[in-house]
């Protein structure tokens, strides 16, 4: 048998390596069921509020962990997502250091901001919404996120991402500090991504 050309070789080992990096475009969902991981390099919730009626004041944690499933062929998945509230950043020190302070996050006593998704609703093979609960401040309410522009790739294992983003009011976790000079409605959007093991 006569050795493989390394030109050929190498036309061949491109090939294969084109193949695999194109397969996940042509799939439309993940196959039935996969557990990931968050990617916490790539994972950012931010949040907005409108301050003394006339600015928004934005703010994000860099701090995010937790584990999502997904289950394409049933259209379903669950997430656990757990924020650390010390990790708040809205690019004033001062603000941050009150922020993490008693009577806004309070982050001694409520050291993490945790979110349950219990259900995920899928259209067109894809999950678009999630519905589960947020805990805050020792607080559970329910909420659910809206999600958009969800993909995935192998880069170089399966990883996929989304754009997340909910609404509520922070009174109803009991978060009434400077009423008035700060809004009640709270805008949260999550760059997310996730990773197989």
């Known amino acids: ?17 084109a193949f695999v990096l194109a397969l996940p475009a042509a799939m ?5 069921p996969l557990e990931f991981d968050i990617d916490p390099g790539h994972t950012f919730p931010v949040f907005e509020v409108r301050h003394l009626g006339i600015a928004t004041q934005r703010g994000r944690f860099n701090r995010t962990s937790g584990k999502v499933i997904l289950d394409g062929e049933a259209g379903n998945g669950s997430a656990e997502i757990r924020i650390e509230a010390a990790s708040i950043s809205t690019g004033n020190e001062d603000l941050d250091r009150l922020l993490r302070g008693p009577g806004y996050f309070a982050v ?3 050291p993490l901001i945790t979110y349950t998704g219990r259900g995920m609703r899928f259209e067109g093979g894809k999950p ?13 309410r ?3 996120l809206s999600m958009s522009g969800y993909g995935c790739i192998r880069f170089p294992q399966l990883r996929c991402g989304a754009d997340l983003s909910a609404r509520f009011r ?9 009423a008035g000079f700060v809004g009640d409605e709270i805008v949260m959007l999550i760059q997310a991504e996730i990773i197989r093991p």
């Open 28 to 32: 439309p969902a993940v196959a039935a």
């Open 128 to 140: 678009v919404l999630v519905e589960g609960e947020l805990r805050f401040l020792g607080v559970t």
């Open 142 to 144: 329910p909420l659910a």
């Open 170 to 178: 922070r009174s109803d976790f009991g978060l009434n500090a400077v």
């Open 108 to 110: 001694a006593e409520h």
């Open 1 to 17: 048998m006569k050795p493989m050309r390394p030109m050929k070789h190498w036309r061949k080992l491109l090939f294969a390596t």
